[in-house]
């Protein structure tokens, strides 16, 4: 038994290219809906004092698992557009949609995008809200709306050979 479990684990580690790490860049995360009306900016402050950050979504499953579980009009989420940050590291303005809690990109992984959005209304939608139907819209960032925080920490490290 002990030769099998070596064995698959070299087997693992050698299809990995000799790194392990968890199947998903986000586990499973709680989201939790907090209903006071804040910027997007104290809304973050808010979510990292009191769980991890404004919601991160790897996939529509987790959308899906959020709008099963609460009834809301528009939240905040953790995608926003920095210019300052991103546009100077990128180089460009063509991708600068970052989650706050990771830096990813928002357009290249996964996105929910409203068809017509990010639209920039205004010269000045840099944050993100979401409606009911679980598509982002661009949003000024001194709004004061509802938002959704979640708390989620990594279950596998990344361990490299």
Do not use: H
């Not at 499973?28 to 919601?55: F, H």
């Not at 996964?110 to 205004?122: A, H, I, L, M, Q």
């Amino acid at each position: 038994l002990r030769i099998y479990f070596l064995y698959t684990v070299s087997i693992l580690v050698f299809q990995s290219r000799f790194s392990l790490c968890s199947c998903s860049k986000f586990p499973p995360r709680k989201y939790y809906y907090v209903d006071k009306k804040m910027s997007w900016n104290d809304a973050q402050q808010y979510c990292r004092e009191k769980y991890t950050d404004l919601a991160t979504f790897e996939n529509m499953d987790d959308i899906s698992r959020l709008n099963s579980t609460f009834s809301y009009d528009w939240a905040w989420i953790g995608l926003q557009d920095d210019p300052k940050s991103w546009k100077n590291t990128l180089g460009n303005d063509t991708n600068s949609w970052r989650w706050a809690v990771t830096g990813e990109t928002g357009k290249t992984v996964y996105n929910n995008w409203y068809y017509t959005n990010p639209d920039n209304y205004g010269g000045n939608e840099t944050c993100v809200i979401m409606g009911l139907e679980g598509k982002w819209y661009d949003k000024n960032c001194g709004a004061s709306t509802s938002f959704v925080c979640y708390n989620g920490k990594k279950i596998f490290s990344f361990m490299g050979f």
